[in-house]
């Protein structure tokens, strides 16, 4: 752990005389699904009321940030605010702190140098895992128009099962960087479509899920973002089964102590 955080102060001393481009892009995510396959799936609920809920939940559009530069990004999901919210810090930049919406936060933080990304368990643990690797072929012609920048086209098995993507990345910003897991093309991606092309689970009626680009904004270079780790326990995805599986033991051999047999 004292490692990866002396890699990330060295990266932010790096980054501090650096003047590489930054971006902020505002995602949203959203489900196609099939209503007829949803609501046969939920026949045999008879709350009705959860169905609907259920629904919604499916339905409903997701607000998302992407803010990188061509090493690093942070991606947080922004809950929609009502009057019983407050703003509340969740990381902080070169000493300014960075506010998102109450229930809102980091989502994932990718570093490109050292290939790995880092997501949020609870509130003390961070797990981090080494970058998922796309098989990107570019090999297309088809260009599109969005929020005035030139889109070029790449597809890619997904990261579910019976999954494929469309991604739509912009060559002019010449950045590997993408919305949540995605990246690794040679532009930022603004456009991620999958596919789903299977009936098990969930996957019965989602047809497919989107990520959209609804809002570009070049920021100024000095403003590098870091998150703050200081007071996170970081574990790999093996260490942190491992450490579930001693809580467990430790309460069965709490439950099942203390009692004398004959």
Known sequence: MKTLINTLLLLFSINSFSQTEMYEVEFVKYFDIDE???YESNINNPDREVVERNKRNFTEEMSYILICDE???VFNYIAKLDNSQTESSVFESNGNTVTFSNNSGLVLYRNLINKIYMIPNGKKIMIQDSLYHFDWNTDYSEEKEVLGYRLKKATAKGLEEDTEITAWYAPDI???QGPYLYWGLPGLILEIDIDVNS????????NSYHFKAGKITKLDPDKKLIPNFD???ILTPEELKKQKELQSQKEKDYLGGGVDKD
């Not at 009936?199 to 989602?206: K, P, R, V």
């Open 71 to 73: 090493n690093e990004s």
């Open 231 to 233: 007071k996170k326990k």
């Open 174 to 176: 010449k950045m590997p």
């Open 36 to 38: 007829n396959k949803f």
């Open 199 to 206: 009936e098990i689970g969930l996957a019965y009626f989602i």
